[in-house]
């Protein structure tokens, strides 16, 4: 057992620790008591297409049953004596680390500065500059960024929170990414690992961090301003490559398809997961990259993602029908990954798994949103989160429902500490929670069980 300091109460907590060997001492890691992976069966599909008859890889687990068997209330792992073999990382995400600058506007600055309400553009370092010259007069908030980022840091805060009520031990993430040598690089770094997300890329000399400006008008609406830097090289650091092949699950960000070689180093990270038993899970990123890598996206897809999160918007991309609803979507992707979660606003979620569809309904608030910038993020790092909980496939879209409303609330995209705090004290209940309607799959029957322990 391990004695550390709870990020939100200051209070000493246990943990437990996972033993590694470095040179001739024992360091002690750490670690979650959450419901471990299960390793899947599958081989190295390279070149062929996944059918969605793989063995189960969602286990259901009831918060409240596990606490009443401990003697102290913490939840317990469902682990063998193999545990101190666990992987060293439960998520390692490997996405492009971004500074972003967030405000709220008026429709006339979008239209004095030429740009189109809602849109998602690439600019330059001077364009940047003249944002945010033109943004002097406006207060702005600056935070660490990037979807995936936002993503991790929710997923981390979420594991922090349930360490804190539940002693589990937290959540081990690791963004694999490239930071800059500049002021805003070390901004980033340091964000990150407040927020228990490791860094595992070398920092680049004389490099600059990616920036997003993220402009959002009264009627909530966002738009993307990106510039990537001159740290956006996806290159697989020493580190990264360990910590994906001692990893429960790898998340590719879509977005790293915009940068050089991704195919090449996307599909080798897959690669390392695969073989060590990890799971590969991608985010679409956005409709505009979905379109201008819609090859790249299915080889991948093809060669073995166990997760997709998109939106309907890009599932309707990645599919080539734009009139398609979520749950047409979420039906047709799912032959190709054993979970296909497609978001789509106000409307809820749909989530294909084991043939059957899950709709899930928004978690509606009396509070008008603010900021719907980070909705698709937090509602990713909600799910993994009951995913890795070991909620059934209804709750852990109720998980991500639940965050994503948290986040759209306020200005900014990651979820904060206190938010994690209430969100994990009002998710165990849901285990208990009816599941929404089974819609049949395409020919296949319904089965409850099947979605249960898929």
């Given at each position: 057992m391990v004695v550390s300091a709870c990020p939100f109460c200051n209070k000493s907590v246990f943990t437990r620790a996972l033993s590694h060997e470095t040179g001739n001492r024992k360091r002690y890691r750490p670690r979650p008591a959450f419901v471990a992976l299960p390793k899947s069966d599958r081989q190295n599909t390279k070149g062929s297409r996944h059918t969605g008859d793989h063995s189960p890889c969602v286990q259901s687990a009831n918060f409240d049953a596990d606490r009443d068997n401990t003697a102290e209330g913490a939840q317990q792992p469902l682990r063998g004596p193999e545990e101190a073999s666990t992987p060293a990382w439960d998520v390692v995400g490997l996405g492009q680390p971004m500074v972003d600058f967030s405000a709220s506007v008026e429709d006339d600055l979008l239209v004095r500065l030429g740009i189109v309400k809602g849109s998602r553009r690439v600019i330059s370092a001077q364009q940047r500059a003249e944002v945010l010259q033109a943004l002097e007069s406006t207060p702005y908030q600056v935070s660490a960024g990037g979807s995936l980022s936002n993503t991790l840091i929710g997923l981390s805060r979420l594991g922090q929170a349930d360490n804190c009520l539940r002693g589990s031990g937290g959540l081990q993430v690791a963004l694999a990414g490239a930071v800059g040598s500049d002021t805003l690089g070390s901004?980033?770094?340091a964000q990150a690992a407040k927020a228990g997300v490791a860094i595992l890329a070398d920092t680049q000399p004389e490099s600059c961090t990616g920036t997003a400006i993220v402009l959002t008008t009264p009627d909530a609406n966002r738009t993307f301003l990106s510039y990537l830097g001159e740290a956006h090289a996806l290159q697989l650091s020493a580190a990264a490559q360990q910590a994906i092949k001692s990893s429960r699950m790898l998340v590719v960000e879509g977005y790293m398809w915009e940068v050089d070689d991704a195919l090449e180093t996307l599909s080798t990270a897959a690669d390392f997961?695969?073989?060590s038993g990890a799971m590969v899970v991608m985010t679409a990123g956005d409709a505009g990259v979905v379109q201008r890598h819609t090859a790249d996206f299915w080889q991948l897809i093809n060669d073995g993602v166990d997760m997709l999160f998109c939106n309907r918007s890009e599932a309707a991309a990645l599919l080539g029908r734009p009139s398609c609803t979520a749950q047409e979507a979420a039906l047709a992707l799912g032959p190709h990954c054993k979970v296909v979660l497609v978001t789509d606003g106000a409307h809820g979620s749909c989530i294909s798994a084991m043939g059957q569809l899950?709709?899930?309904?928004p978690c509606w608030?009396?509070?008008?949103?603010?900021?719907?910038?980070?909705?698709?993020?937090?509602?990713?790092?909600?799910?993994?989160?009951?995913?890795?909980?070991?909620?059934?496939?209804?709750?852990?879209?109720?998980?991500?429902?639940?965050v994503?409303?948290?986040?759209?609330?306020?200005?900014?995209?990651?979820?904060?500490?206190?938010?994690a705090l209430q969100l994990v004290q009002s998710m165990p209940d849901m285990t208990d929670a009816p599941h929404p309607a089974v819609v049949e799959g395409q020919g296949l029957p319904r089965s409850q069980a099947q979605i249960r322990c898929m």
């Open positions: 901004f980033f770094a997961a695969r073989s899950q709709r899930i309904p608030t009396t509070s008008t949103p603010v900021d719907t910038c980070g909705a698709g993020d937090g509602y990713a790092a909600g799910a993994l989160y009951g995913f890795l909980c070991g909620y059934d496939v209804a709750n852990i879209g109720r998980a991500g429902a639940r994503a409303s948290a986040v759209i609330l306020r200005q900014g995209a990651a979820t904060t500490e206190d938010e």
